[in-house]
């Protein structure tokens, strides 16, 4: 008969092979330390100093979004000088008074919290390996090229050009469909103030990306209490593809940017998205709008939910930096141009490492 000892062991040495997500993990009466493979040795960039809140004199940009869209033509001319600013300076910022209701929201959470907590056999009939497939569950981020696991259970959908949504639980697919309806008007309309922003035309970036046929991804992230949290990682550095990031949370603290080589807590908030400019966005601009870096901690305490909507370009477009931006003399191309589908391609060839995959356009 096995021993307690031997058990954990087991646990230890074999959670690839045993569990096919961190929540079967952590559901394991033998779980009492973390596993070894998800053991994470920090690398350059998390070595950085980490802040619990950003300084009183360099707050956290915030974008009324309604003034944006329903203000006076100075508020809005203004709210657009306010998101160049943001995107240049943190590649990052809060949206309030977004026209989303809370109801809305909260009704997503929890039918993302109903999927994590279907049967395992359940959630793996959306097991996928090809990061084309348009839902996918899975644990850690590419298991195949993980070095170390990270304590993260996901599920990614593709919802634009086309709709796809798990069939169970069953109102998971209607609360879906509203949410990402919604997210994808509010994406569609910060980009208009982007590019203006840019000096470009309102619906610049809507033909050039190819919105009509563009991209949108909804990526539900599971974090659970982790036995040692110290030792382990729930997403590490990274920048996203596509244009822009729409992120809320279940009201449990975890995402840290990088900012000025300190990390920066930010703090979960119910009252406001977080939007992430990413590296469609940085290229378009040849460098202007940088994405940012960011990661999520774990903690021991409580379970947090983090549910990203990627607004992206059509996969077959070809991304490079806008030729208006252009100067050959003083701002020649920074970034070679590729299709999104390509990019895609190479972010799953490779490990979560910083902008690794950014780097591989620049010139």
């Not at 997500?21 to 596993?35: D, G, I, N, R």
């Not at 920066?264 to 998205?273: M, R």
């Not at 806008?322 to 972010?347: C, F, T, V």
Request: proline share 6%; hydrophobic share 35%.
């Amino acid at each position: 008969m096995a021993t307690a000892a031997s058990e954990v062991g087991q646990v230890q040495s074999d959670n690839r092979k045993s569990f096919t997500s961190v929540k079967a993990l952590t559901e394991s009466p033998q779980l009492t330390s973390l596993p070894p493979s998800y053991t994470y040795t920090t690398n350059s960039d998390d070595e950085h100093e980490i802040v619990t809140d950003p300084e009183e004199d360099d707050p956290i940009p915030v974008i009324d979004y309604s003034l944006l869209v329903a203000g006076t033509p100075d508020q809005r001319a203004k709210t657009i000088q306010d998101l160049g600013k943001a995107c240049e300076e943190w590649g990052f910022f809060m949206l309030t008074n977004y026209f989303v209701s809370k109801s809305i929201m909260e009704k997503m959470v929890d039918e993302v919290f109903a999927f994590f907590n279907l049967r395992e056999e359940e959630k793996q009939e959306y097991a996928g390996k090809d990061v084309m497939d348009p839902i996918r569950y899975g644990t850690s981020s590419n298991v195949s090229m993980d070095k170390v696991l990270f304590w993260r259970d996901f599920l990614k959908i593709v919802v634009h050009p086309e709709f796809h949504s798990p069939m169970k639980p069953p109102g998971f697919r209607e609360a879906l469909a509203e949410y990402s309806r919604r997210t994808w008007k509010l994406g569609k309309e910060l980009l208009r103030g982007i590019s203006e922003s840019l000096g470009l035309g309102v619906n610049y970036m809507e033909h050039r990306m190819n919105l009509d046929s563009g991209l949108q991804m909804v990526a539900a992230n599971l974090y659970p209490p982790c036995p040692q949290p110290e030792l382990a990682m729930g997403i590490p550095p990274h920048s996203d593809h596509g244009l822009l990031n729409l992120l809320m949370q279940n009201g449990v603290s975890g995402l840290q940017l990088l900012r000025n080589g300190k990390w920066i807590n930010v703090s979960s908030t119910s009252n406001c998205l977080l939007v992430f400019v990413s590296d469609h966005l940085e290229v378009l601009s040849n460098g202007k709008y940088k994405s940012v870096v960011h990661r999520a901690v774990v903690s021991n305490k409580a379970t947090r939910i983090s549910l990203a909507v990627v607004i992206a370009p059509s996969l077959d477009t070809v991304v490079e930096p806008a030729k208006e931006l252009l100067d050959s003399q003083n701002n020649p191309a920074a970034y070679i141009g590729m299709k999104h589908r390509d990019y895609l391609q190479l972010q799953s060839s490779n490990r979560l490492n910083g902008k690794s995959v950014l780097d591989n356009v620049k010139i």
